[in-house]
Nanobody, 120 residues
């Protein structure tokens, strides 16, 4: 069983920056893809960024050039550096870790989420 704990959320003014952290326990994450989603109340959860076990990254168009995902396997931690924040980035941010079960099935574990609020 994998536990994920996010931290680093908070209130920031538009144009500011935050760095989110996601610490994993219960299992190492070095061989696993991980990422971040975000969700606004009443809307679907939206993919933000992913990072593979080899460090390849992928971003939603809405955050490209502003957000950077990275990982430190020695610390079992994934980060999301968020720059040039806008009020549209306000959401609860969730970390996930993917553990393959078969070549076509995986178990996705989620953290509890951390609130990011960007004021105008």
């Amino acid at each position: 069983q994998v536990q994920l704990v996010e931290s680093g959320g908070g209130l920031v003014q538009a144009g500011g920056s935050l760095r989110l952290s996601c610490a994993a326990s219960g299992s190492g994450i070095s061989g696993n893809a991980m990422g971040w989603f975000r969700q606004v109340t009443g809307k679907q959860r939206e993919r933000v960024a992913t990072i593979t076990s080899t460090g390849n990254t992928n971003y939603a168009d809405s955050v490209k050039g502003r957000f950077t995902i990275s990982r430190d396997n020695a610390k079992n931690t994934v980060y999301l550096q968020m720059n040039s924040l806008t009020p549209e980035d306000t959401a609860v941010y969730y970390c996930h870790a993917d553990f393959p079960v078969t070549t076509s099935v995986l178990n996705r574990y989620w953290g509890q989420g951390t609130q990011v609020t960007v004021s105008s």
